[in-house]
């Protein structure tokens, strides 16, 4: 990671205008990692935007600085522009440039410098400089070992530490998932000793629900299957569900992880229709212990992530959603 972080500070020795950007229903850790990177790329007098392909979940609206964001699907020429006005990109959090739809289709006709910092397995190869890191739980612990790295630790301020904190909590499952060590908790004492107030960021993440969200809950635990023989059980919501109880972005986020809340589940999943396009679906699955979400995904669902968190794609309908899922479950 040195030499790749090296290069990056050739690149920031000079003032330059940098955009961040990150991919498509930008998570905690897409939001927290941006914008630690964008306070500290501010701090040293750069010019920044951060650019989102789609709008971020309300329970993220009180991260510092989200106020600035641009989002790409609110208006397309503006955020094009800031791109092709840049001089850096980094692309955060994913590492494929589909996962950031129209976005990414400027991005990668973008002339400049690109970069990669992300944690996802199999990087497609798309950027002029990649920081790939597999094995670390979270993009913005790779944010904060760059900041490290780069010997600048004593930048890292209240709001940086708090978007840190923020993506790290997240996509560890507040800091439940194997990946999570003693370097994990060691990064996270010296970002309370920041300030960071970890049960003000707990509560506005995870006890800030809408009503809306519990009633969605309530539906996917209505209809959850088990396939007991495969350890697993399977979930879903549709259009019409996400309508009749006045569905609200991140709504549906973590009701997948209720199916591994049963002793013996080791698998679980959630296929949560499209609100726009009919027989549409965004799958979502979690496990517990070995079991490789991504390689699943990816094998069957065109899509991709972790070992025990993963997503993808179906289009046809419920019916046909889950009887190939169950026969594919059988072929795995
Ligand atoms: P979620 O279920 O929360 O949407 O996603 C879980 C994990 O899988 C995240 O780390 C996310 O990056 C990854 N993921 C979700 N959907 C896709 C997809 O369509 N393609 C790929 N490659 N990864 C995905
Ligand atoms: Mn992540």
Same mark, same amino acid.
């Given at each position: 990671?040195?030499?790749?972080?090296? #290069?990056? @500070?050739?690149?920031?020795?000079?003032?330059?205008?940098?955009?961040?950007?990150?991919?498509?229903?930008?998570? +905690?850790?897409?939001?927290?990692?941006?914008?630690?990177?964008?306070?500290?790329?501010?701090?040293?007098?750069?010019?920044? #935007?951060?650019?989102?392909?789609?709008?971020?979940?309300?329970?993220?609206?009180?991260?510092?600085?989200?106020?600035?964001?641009?989002?790409?699907?609110?208006?397309?020429?503006?955020?094009?522009? !800031?791109?092709?006005?840049?001089?850096?990109?980094?692309?955060?959090?994913?590492?494929?440039?589909?996962?950031?739809?129209?976005?990414?289709?400027?991005?990668?006709?973008?002339?400049?410098?690109?970069?990669?910092?992300?944690?996802?397995?199999?990087?497609?190869? *798309?950027?002029? !400089?990649?920081?790939?890191?597999?094995?670390?739980?979270?993009?913005?612990?790779?944010?904060?070992?760059?900041?490290?790295?780069? +010997? #600048?630790?004593?930048?890292?301020?209240?709001?940086?530490?708090?978007?840190? *904190?923020?993506?790290?909590?997240?996509?560890?499952?507040?800091?439940?998932?194997?990946?999570? @060590?003693?370097?994990?908790?060691?990064?996270?004492?010296?970002?309370?000793?920041?300030?960071?107030?970890?049960?003000? !960021?707990? &509560?506005?993440?995870? &006890?800030?629900?809408?009503?809306? #969200?519990?009633?969605?809950?309530?539906?996917?635990?209505?209809?959850?299957?088990?396939?007991?023989? @495969?350890?697993?059980?399977?979930?879903?919501?549709?259009?019409?569900?996400?309508?009749?109880?006045?569905?609200?972005?991140?709504?549906?986020?973590?009701?997948?992880? *209720?199916?591994?809340?049963?002793?013996?589940?080791?698998?679980?999943?959630?296929?949560?229709?499209?609100?726009?396009?009919?027989?549409?679906?965004?799958?979502?699955?979690?496990?517990?212990?070995?079991?490789?979400?991504?390689?699943?995904?990816?094998?069957?669902?065109?899509?991709?992530?972790?070992?025990?968190?993963?997503?993808? !794609?179906?289009?046809? @309908?419920?019916?046909?959603?889950?009887? *190939?899922?169950?026969?594919?479950?059988?072929?795995?």
């Amino acid at each position: 990671m040195r030499t790749l972080v090296d #290069k990056i @500070n050739e690149l920031l020795n000079s003032k330059k205008r940098i955009t961040i950007t990150t991919h498509t229903n930008p998570d +905690g850790d897409a939001i927290g990692s941006s914008f630690a990177l964008y306070h500290y790329l501010l701090k040293h007098n750069h010019d920044v #935007k951060v650019v989102t392909p789609n709008k971020h979940p309300e329970f993220l609206d009180w991260v510092p600085g989200i106020k600035d964001v641009e989002i790409y699907d609110d208006n397309p020429e503006k955020c094009k522009k !800031i791109i092709n006005d840049s001089d850096l990109v980094f692309t955060l959090d994913f590492n494929d440039l589909k996962r950031a739809s129209k976005l990414g289709l400027t991005i990668n006709q973008f002339k400049g410098t690109t970069i990669m910092i992300d944690h996802h397995q199999n990087p497609v190869g *798309y950027s002029d !400089i990649e920081i790939s890191e597999p094995n670390i739980t979270s993009t913005s612990e790779m944010i904060y070992m760059f900041i490290k790295i780069s +010997g #600048k630790i004593d930048k890292i301020d209240k709001d940086i530490a708090t978007c840190i *904190y923020l993506g790290m909590m997240t996509d560890t499952g507040s800091f439940q998932y194997k990946g999570v @060590n003693s370097s994990t908790h060691q990064i996270i004492s010296s970002l309370l000793a920041c300030g960071v107030d970890n049960n003000k !960021i707990y &509560n506005n993440v995870y &006890n800030s629900n809408e009503i809306s #969200k519990l009633r969605l809950l309530s539906v996917a635990l209505k209809n959850l299957e088990l396939i007991t023989e @495969n350890k697993t059980a399977v979930m879903h919501i549709t259009q019409d569900d996400l309508k009749k109880n006045d569905y609200k972005k991140g709504d549906s986020e973590g009701i997948v992880n *209720y199916g591994l809340t049963l002793s013996g589940i080791h698998f679980s999943v959630i296929f949560i229709e499209d609100e726009d396009e009919k027989n549409k679906f965004k799958i979502s699955f979690r496990s517990k212990e070995n079991f490789p979400c991504n390689d699943f995904a990816s094998s069957f669902f065109n899509g991709g992530g972790h070992l025990n968190a993963a997503g993808g !794609i179906y289009k046809g @309908n419920l019916n046909s959603a889950i009887e *190939y899922f169950k026969k594919s479950l059988n072929e795995f």
